[in-house]
């Protein structure tokens, strides 16, 4: 049987597939199981130090397959908690992306829809091929489309005003019109999108591993964070976190014999 997630880890970076190429890689229970454990993992893993997630075939990720969710007992005739336990297994993703430490890089082609566009936007960088193009579809079939984090990520990417055009419509924005709204920080052909999201991982890694972290936390918390003394006292702290840990030794000599730096794990 063809696992629903493929995960290849190289010298500290994890690629990440989703693999169900005929359905578009929409997300079936199994998918859904499958990113769950290997997210829910992520949280005590020092090999990975940067996860690049992207869809096997021409899609990213066409969303909630309904047709497998109906199969599965999650449909109209499903109790309440059989839906809410549904759910909550879908919105748990987005919640242990951001709870990782490991920064994500989303590879986008095709479509990025419902889920699949929840995913794109819980990465910390997303870079787009001329095909990919994205779409909160949850309205366009019933639901809301305030769904999987996607009112939480989507209007601290792009505005409130474009984030509603696309939430309150369910409309596709496509690739140019993402980079020139910055939801994506890169615009390539899609032959080239593999190499640029290596290219980013490869640069992340060569950071030290406990800055790394510490960036992709500070990151996130300051986006929420009450006022600018809030944000300041999370940078002192990780600032002096990186200094006891002992990489700036490193740094600064690497600095000055002008060459990139080799920053090994610690303790």
Do not use: W
Request: charged share 25%; hydrophobic share 45%.
């Amino acid at each position: 049987m063809t696992k629903p997630l493929l995960i290849e880890h190289d010298d500290g970076v994890d690629r990440v597939t989703l693999n169900r190429p005929d359905s578009l890689n929409a997300l079936d229970p199994a998918l859904i199981d499958a990113l769950n454990d290997y997210f829910q993992s992520l949280q005590r893993n020092r090999t990975t130090r940067v996860v690049v997630l992207k869809g096997a075939g021409p899609a990213f990720c066409a969303g909630l397959d309904l047709k497998e969710q109906n199969r599965g007992g999650t449909g109209l005739g499903a109790s309440t908690t059989d839906t809410v336990e549904s759910q909550r297994r879908m919105s748990d993703l987005v919640v242990a992306m951001r709870r990782a430490p490991q920064p994500f890089i989303a590879a986008i082609r095709g479509p990025a829809a419902g889920g699949g566009f929840a995913l794109a936007l819980a990465c910390d960088v997303r870079i787009a091929g001329e095909s990919a193009r994205f779409n909160a579809a949850f309205i366009r079939i019933g639901l809301s489309a305030c769904d999987m984090g996607v009112s939480y990520f989507l209007p601290r990417a792009v505005g409130s005003s474009v984030a509603s055009e696309l939430m309150l419509t369910g409309r596709f924005i496509n690739a140019q019109r993402a980079f020139a709204t910055g939801l994506v920080s890169e615009l390539m052909p899609d032959a080239e999108v593999d190499a640029a999201a290596a290219k980013l991982a490869l640069e992340m890694t060569e950071t030290s591993p406990l800055g790394l972290r510490l960036t992709k936390e500070c990151l996130s918390m300051s986006i929420d964070a009450g006022s600018l003394e809030q944000a300041v006292a999370i940078e002192d702290r990780n600032q002096v976190l990186c200094v006891r840990a002992g990489y700036i030794e490193e740094g600064a000599r690497a600095f000055l014999e002008k060459r990139k730096p080799r920053f090994t794990p610690r303790a």
